[in-house]
């Protein structure tokens, strides 16, 4: 069966997602809305023109009320990051852009999973959880699923060898204290220092792994493409999308999403990514994934980082 999607933003993320959407299987209806009517209007009839190429799907330029029985809701707006500004910069803003959406969306979809993706992602996933009324399984951030999407490219770029092979994560918060849980990184099961040695012992030309590097590239990248191209909308949007095929599949998957922790690794009260299985039923738990001490440490830091900034924000 396929979903009603509806997805709030029509900027450059929400309308790539909603052009994303139209060329894949997965929705039946696409509901975009956005307080720039006129904006929606252009976007939605710019997709619209090109689906003829494919099975008759619906987009809307639509209200509220539009998003009535939608399965997905995708929530995008928000003050874009401006180059050199970092995510938590943005949060207040944000936050009271948050407060006016989240009553009115979840007042006509109160049975939608809801995919948060405005900046910053996990202080957005928290407000959303705290004042909507939505159940907590039903709403999940975006969070480091991107991070980790990066992080495969690279390592898949390194190593030679296909995307779908790398299994490796980025955990904690969506920003700068992220990191790579790298005890649990291989590739098709094999350790990655282990896999690097067997492909020279196949003759192939491998440079050692920079993993400090790895994970700086992967702080810095969004970053690096905002100040070339002024705003990073594509790999999000892929992004987003793939979690829309998992959240309308009918088996769950383990996947770097932010959702509310509730003692997993001594962490409380805060939005934060680590393996979580989810899938049509929302959010299921968190994936109890076995991290060394200094990995602990690194997650435990990055869920305080956020709560100190959650404690100056006014909900």
Not at 75 to 96: D, F, H, M
Not at 110 to 135: E, W
Not at 146 to 167: M, P, Y
Not at 193 to 203: N, P, Q, R
Request: charged content about 20%.
């Amino acid at each position: 069966m396929k979903s009603k999607v509806t997805i709030i933003g029509a900027g450059s993320v929400g309308s790539t997602i909603a052009y994303t959407l139209s060329t894949m299987d997965i929705a039946s209806t696409i509901v975009l809305i956005d307080i720039n009517k006129k904006k929606v209007e252009g976007e939605v009839m710019d997709i619209a023109q090109g689906t003829c190429f494919r099975d008759p799907i619906s987009l809307v330029a639509g209200e509220y009320e539009d998003a009535k029985d939608s399965d997905i809701v995708i929530i995008t707006s928000g003050i874009a990051r401006k180059p050199g500004q970092t995510r938590i910069e943005l949060t207040q803003t944000n936050v009271n852009i948050m407060k006016s959406i989240a009553p009115e969306i979840a007042k006509v979809a109160p049975n939608a999973l809801y995919v948060i993706v405005s900046n910053p992602v996990d202080i957005m996933t928290y407000v959303f959880t705290k004042i909507s009324g939505i159940p907590e399984n039903q709403i999940i951030g975006s969070g480091t699923l991107l991070d980790t999407a990066r992080l495969r490219n690279t390592l898949s770029e390194h190593f030679q060898v296909a995307q779908g092979n790398i299994h490796a994560y980025v955990f904690g918060e969506h920003g700068d204290s992220s990191f790579v849980p790298w005890s649990c990184a291989s590739v098709s099961g094999v350790e990655l220092d282990e896999y690097l040695a067997l492909m020279k012992s196949f003759g192939k030309e491998v440079e050692d792994l920079d993993k400090d590097g790895m994970v700086d590239f992967v702080h810095k990248s969004g970053g690096i493409v905002i100040a070339n191209k002024g705003a990073t909308f594509y790999a999000i949007a892929s992004s987003v999308c793939k979690l829309c095929s998992i959240l309308s599949a009918s088996t769950d998957s383990v996947i770097t999403v932010s959702s509310m922790m509730h003692g997993e690794y001594g962490i409380e009260d805060v939005c934060i990514s680590t393996l979580t299985l989810a899938g049509p039923n929302g959010i299921r738990g968190k994936v109890p994934v076995k991290l060394n001490d200094e990995e602990v440490a690194k997650l435990q830091a990055s869920a305080n980082a956020l709560k100190e900034v959650i404690a100056q924000i006014e909900l």
